[in-house]
């Protein structure tokens, strides 16, 4: 496949849900702040559950 010159497939806009349109460039970016989100959630969630565990070992 030739690209143009200059072409960046990168920028290039795809369309996604209900015809809306973006960049691949700010998809990529898109998963990886939903990832992050997700990850931070498991944090908390982890974090919340040593608490439990230390407070059932404290009281058993």
Do not use: C
Not at 25 to 48: F, T
Not at 50 to 55: D, R, Y
């Amino acid at each position: 496949m030739e690209l143009e010159e200059g072409f960046e497939p990168i920028n290039q806009q795809v369309e996604y849900e209900n015809g809306n349109e973006a960049t691949i460039k700010w998809s990529i970016w898109h998963m990886a702040d939903h990832n992050r989100y997700h990850q931070a959630h498991i944090s908390q969630l982890r974090n919340g559950l040593a608490k439990v565990e230390m407070f059932v070992t404290l009281f058993n």
